[in-house]
Nanobody
Framework: VQLQASGGGLVQAGDSLTLSCAASGPSFTGYAVGWFRQAPGKEREFVSTISWSGGSTHYADSVKGRFTASRDNDKNTVYLQMNSLKPEDTAVYYC??????????????WGQGTEVTVSS
């Protein structure tokens, strides 16, 4: 499974942005897809995860109520809708396919990151 994250950019605080994670090669079939982020000088952290069916989602407390994960398995694509963005959301965002967990170790396939910068 190859993953390609896209949709990052420079936005102002309060704006919205939607990230996409597209799979190529063997599909996402059966995999949960997680989003993680890494800010400069910080460790990579969990943001959200969504089950294969899309029926189960989990979020970090810092983004709960602002971010929404969804997926379109026909298009082999997972989305992360990010609303009410804050400067502290600035980071490189990564998508990964694996188990429906919060731990980095639970994900087998990783995409390259897409950078999100939120200005105040």
């Amino acid at each position: 499974v190859q993953l390609q994250a896209s949709g990052g950019g420079l936005v102002q605080a309060g704006d919205s942005l939607t990230l996409s994670c597209a799979a190529s090669g063997p599909s996402f079939t059966g995999y949960a897809v997680g989003w993680f982020r890494q800010a400069p000088g910080k460790e990579r952290e969990f943001v959200s995860t969504i089950s294969w069916s899309g029926g189960s989602t989990h979020y970090a407390d810092s983004v709960k109520g602002r971010f929404t994960a969804s997926r379109d398995n026909d298009k082999n694509t997972v989305y992360l809708q990010m609303n009410s963005l804050k400067p502290e959301d600035t980071a490189v965002y990564y998508c990964a396919a694996g188990s429906l967990v919060r731990q980095i170790s639970g994900y087998k396939y990783w995409g390259q990151g897409t950078e999100v910068t939120v200005s105040s």
